[in-house]
């Protein structure tokens, strides 16, 4: 049974999620139940009373009080029902308990920024603890986005000028996917995150060290992940495309013309400045839109970025 | 049907047999400032299946672009475009527009005996506007397009490129041609009624024209207001909803939900209007609980105007607003759910011919039944969450407005094409037209249902790969809904191939367009028609009504 339920909702993986998966289950039943007999009188209709000669004759029934009736009451009891499950299941969603981790997100086209009450932040992927209440609060930078876990069933709009907020508890450790829900343009369905649900142990050493795999890789492949996960790839192609901002396809080396006609190299210090400080130096013919990246990736990251960028013949 | 009318020949009446509103006109020139409502219901018409076509192209394009989970036939920024102008064309210069402004300016004073609409010179207006609306529109296409989808949310539209703003001044002009529309037949429906023609003896087409009409000139203003606040902002930077600006983009959310949720009701209102007409004729019985189906209509037009919140649970509104918005949303379900049970009882005990126009009927029961019953998840705030913005929302209101509108103008189509022109399609390339948009419907639309159960949100160029098989097979299924469309478009043109051959009353109607010669003479009837009878009353020996008063 339970493949069949995975087939049409995800796994369920907070503690939100199992009363909303029953809401839904129970409308289905409701709706398998109305459907079946709608259907199943047009039928039944149709054959029994299929016309056989032009001139039959009908009886003229217009109208029946008590059928009427029961017909409008009863559903409406059924919805009053389904209305009260379903504003108690938002209810719950709305206010998280007061002991709950605080995490800050800000989205931008086409990123996610995540922010721990100790200051440290992360791009595109996060790390939370298992059985423990996660609090996200959040605020665009641009347009409208929306934070949307489908593993936790929650979602809210990421709004410019305000703050929203949703929370979480997982209940298994494991990887979550994150959609940007709210169309934003051209990265919209790039939009993409990723929660990392650990183990009490794993997230505290996380917590301080970073990602342990990372340390040890090298710079080239570290440097090809950021490309990936950082949302490099929103914009800079690696097959010699054009994207929103120059493909990164041979281009170690060359020399480019900025907006202000000027002639850069690009080399080691072009490259940093452009992840630091992007807007210093606009390639012609390319609009200034780049995010700045400061504080957001480690110094080693940006150096496996210029080894890649030189790999990439 | 001699018993129907009193013959009151009325002197200069007199016309010529084989002269009708279709060969009286003569030259473009007549046909463009005509003010019978005949032919500007034809004009309105082709109008609209013009921009059908175009927006179902679109759609396959879509469709293919889906197929794979990267890049297959256009770039993201195409994609963008692509899918606002589905939206934006197909709601605003198709649906909309469909069965009021082309079935319903054709039928609707013919059903009430009436030689044309209370504001001719109005209808005519409202046309042309209609089409300076679809100019413009096709020229925000040309000069830079638009990206923004059909909902023109803030701050997005406000701030990205293209050209948002002769669209949305394309929407702000459409709404006047809706909202003349809409005072031309409530005007009509008071003042044109056949004599003996009361209120209760209108077919219930003609209540639900009423409903919808009250809803164009009430909601339509809002979004008249909403764009042009948007376009202000745009030109002048006038902070409305852009918060850098000091506006609020959630306020945008509001004003534009203010109109499209009612508007969701002008466009559904008229599917069951012609459903009303087709499911009675073609059983053959008086329809079931007419007042119930009249006072719905009304029902629906009031009630849905104090739920459009619920297009913004996850937006950030109030937990309170957001419960009450959810429970008037349960409240509005109810009368559409009414009409259903009582076009059930209609068919009990009837005399059922399975024509095309009742297979559209019934299509439109399973799909529009499919469309409202899934909306309680939606309605239910808490599984709403996890839908929203995902193709749950996206097969659930094209079964609402496909599988209901569209099905039904369909229905109504081929219900009256032997009035509008006067000649009968290949009835059994009619069925199997039919089978075909039936089956390809489902196949595309219903695979979205578990698509976005699934977690796939909405107006998403790439996407994960395990979605792939889901949206290869709603895409499959595009292609024989499309096929079933394209046959329809064949054989429908096909009928202008023969001379005419359709009779006055070719199923039976009790409803007073079905008096008139198919197709009409130019002032619709050369007798004035008084009512003896019901709309539906299908008895053979029928006790007449009381004795009008004629008035000429």
Known sequence: MNWFLHLVLPRQSSTLAPNIDNLFWFITLINIFFFVLIAGLIILFVKKYRRRSPDEITPHITHNQKLEIAWSVLPLILLLFIFFWGFHGYVNAQVAPANAIEIQITGKKWVWQFEYPDGMRTLNEFHVPVNRPVRLVMNSEDVIHSFYVPGFRIKKDVVPGRYTEEWFQATEPGVYQVFCAEYCGKGHSDMLSKIHVDDEATYKKWLVEGDEELKKMPLPELGKLVHENRGCATCHALDGTRGQGPGWKGIWGTMETMQDGTQIKVDENYIRESILEPQAHIVRGYEPIMPTFKGLLRDREILGVIEFIKGLK | MADVLTANTLAGHHHNPGENYLNSPKGLMSWLGTVDHKLIGIMYLWSILFFFFVAGILALLLRIELLTPKQTIMTAEQYNQVFTLHGAIMVFLFIIPSVP????????????????????????????????????????????????????????????????????????????????????????????????????????????????????????????????????????????????????????????????????????????????????????????????????????????????????????????????????????????????????????????????????????????????????????????????????????????????????????????????????????????????????????????????????????????????????????????????????????????????????????????????????????????????????????????????????
């Open chain 2, 101 to 552: 402004a082309a079935l319903g300016n054709f039928v609707l004073p013919l059903m009430l005996g009436a030689k044309d609409v209370a504001f001719p010179r109005l209808n005519l207006l409202s046309l042309y506007i209609y089409w300076v609306g679809a100019l413009m529109a096709v020229g925000s296409i040309i000069f830079g397009g638009i990206d923004t989808g059909w909902t023109f949310y803030t701050p997005y539209s406000t701030t990205t490129g293209g050209a948002v703003s002769l669209m949305t001044m394309a929407v702000f002009v459409l709404g006047f041609s809706s909202i003349f529309t809409g005072v031309n037949f409530v005007a009509t429906i008071h003042k044109l009624r056949a004599p003996g023609q009361g209120w209760f003896q209108l077919p219930l087409f003609v209540w639900s024209m009423y409903a919808t009409a009250l809803i164009q000139i009430m909601a339509t203003p809002v979004l008249g207001i909403t764009v042009l606040l948007l376009f202000m902002e745009r030109m002048f930077h006038i902070g409305i909803f852009d918060p850098r600006i000091g506006g609020d983009p959630v306020l945008f959310q509001h004003f534009f939900w203010f109109y499209s949720h009612p508007a969701v009701y002008i466009m559904i209102v008229p599917g069951f209007a012609i459903i009303s007409e087709i499911i009675p004729v073609f059983s053959k019985k008086t329809i079931f609980g007419y007042k119930a189906i009249a006072f719905s209509s009304v029902a629906i037009a009031i009630v849905g105007f104090l739920v459009w919140g619920h297009h913004m649970f996850v937006s950030g509104q109030s937990t309170l607003a957001g419960a009450i918005f959810s429970f008037l949303t349960f409240l509005v379900a109810i009368p559409s759910a009414v009409k259903v049970f009582n076009w059930l009882a209609t068919m009990y005990r009837g005399s059922i011919d399975l024509s095309t126009p009742m297979l559209y009927a019934i299509s439109f029961l399973m799909l529009f039944s499919i469309g409202g019953l899934t909306g309680i998840y939606l309605g239910a705030m808490a599984v709403d969450v996890h839908l929203h913005d995902t193709y749950f929302i996206v097969a659930h209101f094209h079964y609402v407005m496909m599988g209901g509108t569209v099905i039904a103008f369909l229905g109504g189509l081929h219900y009256w094409w032997p009035k509008m022109f006067g000649r009968m399609y290949n009835e059994r390339l009619g069925r199997i037209g039919c089978a075909l948009v039936f089956i390809g419907f489902n196949v595309t639309f219903f695979t979205q249902f578990i698509l976005g159960s699934r977690g796939m949100p909405r107006r998403y160029y790439n996407y994960l790969d395990q979605f792939q098989p889901l949206h290869a097979f709603s895409t499959f299924g595009s292609w024989i809904l499309g096929s079933g469309l394209f046959l329809t478009a064949a054989y429908l043109l096909a009928t202008f191939r023969k001379p005419m051959d359709a009779p006055k009353n070719p199923w039976g109607g009790k409803t007073l367009e079905w008096e008139a010669d198919s197709p009409p003479i130019e002032h619709n009837f050369d007798f004035e028609p008084v009512l003896k009878h019901g709309p539906y009353d299908f008895r053979p020996e029928r006790p007449k009504l009381d004795e009008p008063v004629t008035h000429h």
